[in-house]
């Protein structure tokens, strides 16, 4: 099993172009695996609950629901 290679730092840093072309990467959906995918949507979502401003215009992607945990 792959572990995901992201860390908090990687969150940090990681600028507007780069979420764009992580989002563009989603959109064409053209991996050469299932896995490819699903680790670059867990880094937009990762970036999305760290930093919110960088990935509020591809939230589709992301598909999340407010869920009530109470």
Do not use: C, N
């Amino acid at each position: 099993m792959k572990t995901l290679h992201f860390s908090e730092q990687d969150v940090a840093r990681i600028t507007e172009t780069e979420v764009a072309a992580l989002a563009k990467r989603l959109e064409q959906d053209e991996y050469t695996s299932p896995f490819e995918g699903l680790e670059d949507w867990h880094f937009l979502r990762a970036i999305a609950f760290r930093r919110p401003e960088m990935v509020e215009p591809y939230l589709y992607l992301l598909d999340l629901e407010a869920y009530d945990e109470a």
